[in-house]
């Protein structure tokens, strides 16, 4: 019979794989379709800016709270919501509501993960496994994320042309993703209910008195100024969202849905297996090394994606780009949840994972500004590539002598 410990485990990573799949699955038609019901570029990118925002206020209530509240529940709450978000989107087109629907509920235009789900579900992996395991837990974490959100949008982009092929108006094909996206969440609530109570914080491990600021108490000051940096990190990488990548190779080149979720199946399956490799070289050179030394190099290429004189180099450039893009990622995750305190997991993963939502809330709606003006077009990679080695170089100044348990030994 599986132990406690592996069920957990077993559950964290399906409703990961399934999560990545639905963001990835919609990511690749939702400017597509907010386009083809009337929203304009600059609407598109505000509507965008709001989703992101209101990820950013939904997971900063949920998260700071989960230690305290319940990782199990706080994971429940956060599936009704991205149900119901994607139900909305299907039934309306209307500017309004969907900007609401985008504040309160949990919808992904960037093929990322988004919402609470991120933070409390490392946190409770964090309480399973030990500290030697952990960056290789969450590199394997983030594989099968990236493997999924790369044949979600290799599925989104292919289901919605089949089903135009048949005789179906874009819109009501891009309607039948949706519809599947908001599926997905229900699936994930039936999922959670499987949790057991080993993932939740123990009560030997919890601070009882103290005064706590977003759910965090002796680790406040490095989680904000962490928090600062991923900021900025996240602001860059939101002037360049999947959705908005793959509308600039739609309207540039011509590409129909199809071609794009190849496209981009490729690429998140690239950055997938770039995640794996930062274990071993995290063990060489630490977490920080590896996070700033990989990160600079997939920057500069982002920002030759729009210097290539044809299609298949730019393609092979943004190929390339993704083959160490996420060599940060589990690293950068391992290392927040590792300097701090067992009962300030999921707030620290939280209040970094909401910074970098905040500061990605706006980006998108600039993009979409600059979408519209032709010599400016393709800006957005270059501001994106810059700022992001701008923060590397930030990071790399604070935090290269602070490190976590297993780099002391």
Not at 252 to 271: D, Q, R, T, V, W
Not at 303 to 308: E, F, G, H, Q, T
């Amino acid at each position: 019979m599986t132990n406690p410990a592996q069920r957990n485990i077993t559950i964290l990573f399906t409703t990961r794989i399934l999560r990545l799949f639905c963001y990835g699955f919609v990511s690749v038609i939702l400017a597509l379709y907010l386009a083809d019901v009337g929203l304009s570029e600059a609407e598109i990118g505000l509507l965008f800016t709001f989703t992101l925002l209101g990820d950013a206020g939904i997971s900063l209530w949920l998260t700071t709270s989960a230690d305290r509240f319940g990782r199990k529940r706080t994971l429940l709450i956060g599936a009704l919501l991205m149900a119901g978000a994607g139900l909305v989107f299907v039934m309306t087109n209307n500017l309004v509501i969907l900007i609401a629907a985008a504040i309160i509920g949990v919808i992904s235009p960037s093929g990322n993960e988004i919402g609470p789900f991120l933070a409390v579900e490392q946190a409770g992996l964090t309480q399973i496994i030990t500290n030697e395991k952990r960056t290789q837990v969450f590199a394997w974490y983030n594989l099968v994320g990236s493997f999924a959100t790369a044949t979600g949008a290799l599925s989104g982009g292919w289901l919605a042309q089949i089903l135009q092929s048949q005789g179906l108006s874009a819109g009501a094909a891009y309607r039948v993703v949706l519809m599947g996206y908001s599926v997905g969440g229900i699936l994930l609530m039936l999922l959670f209910f499987g949790l057991t109570q080993q993932m939740e914080v123990p009560a030997e491990q919890k601070i009882a008195t103290g005064y706590r600021m977003l759910g965090l108490h002796k680790s406040r000051d490095v989680v904000l100024k962490l928090s600062a940096f991923f900021a900025l990190d996240a602001f860059a990488g939101g002037l360049i969202l999947q959705s908005m990548m793959a509308y600039w190779f739609h309207v540039k080149y011509g590409i129909e849905s199809g071609m794009l979720g190849s496209i981009f199946f490729g690429a998140n399956i690239l950055a997938g297996i770039s995640a794996l490799l930062a274990v071993p070289l995290s063990k060489k050179i630490g977490l920080i090394n590896t996070m700033v030394f990989t990160h600079v190099p997939s920057n500069i290429l982002l920002m030759l994606v729009p210097l290539m004189p044809n299609l298949p180099l730019a393609i092979f450039v943004l190929l390339l780009r993704f083959s160490i893009s996420q060599m940060d990622v589990p690293t950068r995750q391992s290392y927040t949840i590792a300097v701090v305190a067992p009962d300030e997991r999921s707030a620290a993963s939280g209040v970094t994972g909401i910074a970098r939502s905040l500061g990605a809330s706006v980006s998108p709606a600039l993009t979409g500004l600059l979408f519209t003006i032709p010599g400016m077009f393709s800006l957005p990679f270059f501001l994106s590539g810059g700022l992001k080695i701008v923060y590397d170089l930030l990071l790399y100044r604070s935090f290269q002598t602070m490190k976590p348990p297993e780099e002391q030994k």
